[in-house]
């Protein structure tokens, strides 16, 4: 896919952050050459998914222009967004891509009336004029099942945290954008209304035209709304292709473990538990070879010396040794049985 048939296309993208340990300093590779693009004529929602700590948010925070890429190229309708200036960002980019957060509460003041905001944003990116705005507004609610009339007047803790995430979406809408980048946008939400607001994108997706970027460690909900699926380890992008292949037959044994269990800390865990496992993080961001090597059943020597490149077995990326027709060990596994899927050949991804 060329930049100019893209919406968004990012290229070899990297984001390198400085650590400190004690006097020491060491480099953190947040977000590690990730490379995917959405296309400009296709709507669709690619659900970015993976553990704590594994870039998501850092590459949603690229994505959105809060953080500068460290490398590689990042495009958004055949624009290179490093090289806008400070107007363009504010007038044309805001407008086109907006943001959903974690927590709808925060995105609001708790002194201020929630209509407000709608009114601000779509005077301020003239989707609306002052004889036009309270239908625009109006729409833009109704889209996910609310209306004017029922939020104008009241303040934020006088709404439900389902109310409120539909009118934080609802608020995006109102400059008639392209993208939608919601970063966890249901992980505050009871069981009950995360289907809700993910029925919400879909629509959108369906009937607006808006594509999603849904970043989330929700697999069941990823499964439900993503056309697409990107798995991320440690900064990389292990594995991406339709979400029926990746959770339903995923190639990666890192994909294969998030699908059966996400690992999160427990509560209980001691504080030297936690020293430790933050620093087996670090390390795990900053290792030679493949990222999953020490906790990969499937791990051949290769692993631990040399970074996996990416392959496309049947029709989807994977960044894994075990798909490399040229490694004979990798062969012995698929050969045995060990891996799930024997792949056919496999080319290099562009």
Not at 119 to 138: C, M, P, S, W
Not at 234 to 240: A, D, F, I, P, S
Request: aromatic share 6%; glycine share 6%; proline share 6%.
């Amino acid at each position: 896919m060329t930049t100019s048939e893209a919406l968004l296309k990012l290229e070899q993208l990297s984001r390198v952050f400085t650590v400190r340990r004690g006097l020491a300093t060491s480099r953190f590779v947040a977000v590690d050459d990730v490379t995917l693009a959405i296309a400009a004529d296709r709507p669709e929602i690619l659900a970015v998914v993976g553990e704590s700590g594994s870039g998501k948010t850092t590459l949603a925070r690229m994505i959105l222009g809060q953080v500068v890429p460290s490398a590689g190229h990042l495009h958004f309708k055949g624009r290179d967004m490093t090289r806008l200036s400070a107007r363009e960002r504010r007038i044309w980019f805001m407008k086109e891509v907006q943001p959903i957060f974690q927590d709808p509460f925060a995105a609001f003041s708790p002194l201020k009336k929630i209509e407000s905001y709608l009114y601000e944003t779509a005077l301020n990116f003239g989707t609306a004029t002052r004889a036009t705005v309270d239908a625009h507004i109006d729409q833009a609610l109704h889209t996910v099942g609310l209306s004017l009339k029922e939020i104008k007047g009241r303040y934020p803790n006088e709404l439900s945290g389902g109310q409120m995430q539909r009118t934080a979406i609802a608020r995006a809408l109102t400059t008639n954008p392209s993208l939608l980048v919601a970063d966890e946008p249901v992980s505050m939400l009871d069981a009950s209304l995360r289907m809700a607001i993910v029925n919400s994108f879909r629509d959108l997706k369906q009937q607006q035209g808006v594509s999603v970027i849904y970043i989330t460690h929700d697999l069941a909900t990823a499964y439900y709304a993503a056309d697409r699926i990107a798995v991320m380890l440690r900064g990389w992008v292990v594995e991406l292709g339709p979400a029926e292949q990746v959770l339903g037959n995923p190639l990666h044994p890192y994909t294969q473990i998030l699908k059966s269990s996400v690992p999160e800390p427990d509560p209980r865990m001691r504080w030297t538990e936690k020293v430790a496992l933050a620093r087996q993080e670090l390390d795990e961001f900053s290792a030679t070879g493949c990222k999953f090597a020490t906790r990969c059943p499937f791990a051949m020597d290769v692993c631990s010396r040399v970074a996996p490149t990416n392959l496309v077995p049947d029709g989807r990326m994977v960044k894994c040794h075990l798909y490399d027709p040229a490694i004979p060990a990798a062969q012995k596994h698929r050969a045995g049985g060990a891996i799930p899927l024997t792949p056919v050949a496999s080319t290099k991804a562009s």
